[in-house]
């Protein structure tokens, strides 16, 4: 029988008496601790690691955004020729009243608007008329009614 065979059958019977038993069980306490603590400071490294790249991400997430956002609302034609020279850059001040005016319409709450009258308001704005002015408002009617009338 060899040295190494005889190492081994050794061990074999270290292992199956109770020391054995005990020094794996110490063993396997030591590498669940280790274990653990490898665990958590590879945790706490690629956790760094992410929260930058979390960070660098949101970044470039917010300027794509309002880049794409600008590209929907901005008048194109005035901030390229701004860019490009044709226009001074004393004109984006102009160009930030023209893009405000395009959001406000784009959400609907656009003030350049005017209420449309009603019907009554209409016919007291007509008694108001001349005498004259009535009789050519009323041919005008008249000429439209005829107008829209089929042939």
């Not at 590498?31 to 760094?48: C, D, P, S």
């Not at 034609?77 to 930030?96: E, H, N, V």
């Not at 019907?119 to 108001?128: D, M, P, R, T, V």
Request: proline share 4%; charged share 15%.
């Amino acid at each position: 029988m060899s040295t190494t065979d005889q190492l081994i059958i050794a061990f074999y019977d270290f292992l199956l008496g109770p020391w054995g038993k005990i020094s794996l069980g110490v063993l396997f306490v030591v590498l669940i601790i280790w274990g653990m603590g490898a665990t958590r400071k590879h945790a706490y490294h690629y956790a760094m690691k992410g929260a930058g790249f979390g960070a660098t991400s949101a970044i470039v997430t917010a300027i794509v955004l309002i880049g794409a956002f600008a590209y929907l609302v901005i008048d194109r034609q005035m901030f390229l020729s701004i860019i490009t020279g044709k226009r001074p850059i004393s004109d984006l001040p102009i160009l930030a009243t023209s893009t405000l005016n395009r959001f406000q319409f784009v959400l609907g709450a656009s003030t350049t608007e005017e209420k449309t009258p009603t019907s009554k308001e209409i016919l007291s704005l007509i008694e108001k008329l001349p005498a004259s002015e009535k009789i050519k408002l009323q041919v005008q009617t008249c000429q439209q009614v005829f107008k829209g009338l089929p042939r």
